[in-house]
């Protein structure tokens, strides 16, 4: 494989997982797979594999971050991820046993409309009002909503990043850097989840890509999450939609 063309291939792709993770949440899988299928040609199993594995520290370092920041909201990030991992194994099974199910622009569609949502539509919820609705009814619209997302997940196989924020922000009412820091938070386990499965049963990976997409992403989100944490919610609506647009277009021309 040559040296360079390996470096500039995950260089740009870990700083487009890292920055989709650090401003929006978004899964480091659903542009770091396309990227080293494409242009490394890797085995698409494998690369999902380095994908969800550089996600595990992109998305700690970013749920680092907001929380540092107080823009975490743990108690229902951790109701929802029970929600969502649970949920993700039905929806995995009941989609072993449809026929054939063509979804797989699911993700990469979601991503570029979710991006022009933010420009267009910014959320501008305040963290007020989103501690005006009762802990209760937080928490039981935190497992229905990780039940939806999870099962989505399970039987399309991808999105979870975007359908969280989607969810976050336009059903639960959350201001847009407690969404984002909820959502990474709770990728971090579910990346985490992905990646153990994946290596267990496929076997090791190509160490040299494996550890150029882990510092990439890893660098590039930390970057982005500090921005975001300071940028002012209009701001951050703004370049959140542009990440999200610039990355969808990107991946629908590339896979």
Known sequence: MNWVIMVLVTFFAGMGAGLGTGFAGMSAAAVISPMLITFLHMDPYMAVGIALSSDVLASAVSAYTYGKNKNLDIKNGIIMMCSVLV?????????????????????????????????????????????????????????????????????????????????????????????????????????????????????????????????FTFIWARIAAVFANKAEPKTLNRATGAVLVILGAAIMVFS
């Open 87 to 215: 949920f993700t194994i039905i929806g995995s099974f009941i989609a072993s046993l449809v026929p054939s199910k063509t979804m797989g622009g699911f993700s990469t569609v979601m991503t570029f409309l979710l991006g022009v949502k933010f420009i267009v539509r910014p959320v501008m919820t305040t963290k007020e009002s989103m501690q005006a609705v009762s802990a209760k009814k937080r928490a039981i619209q935190s497992v229905i909503c990780g039940m939806l997302i999870g099962f989505i997940c399970g039987f399309v196989g991808a999105g979870g990043g975007m359908m969280m924020l989607l969810i976050l922000t336009s059903v639960l009412g959350y201001e847009l850097k407690t969404a984002v820091g909820t959502s990474v938070f709770i990728m971090t386990f579910t990346a985490l989840t992905g990646a153990v499965s994946h290596f267990a049963i496929g076997g090791a990976p190509d160490w040299t890509v494996w550890i150029l997409c882990v510092v």
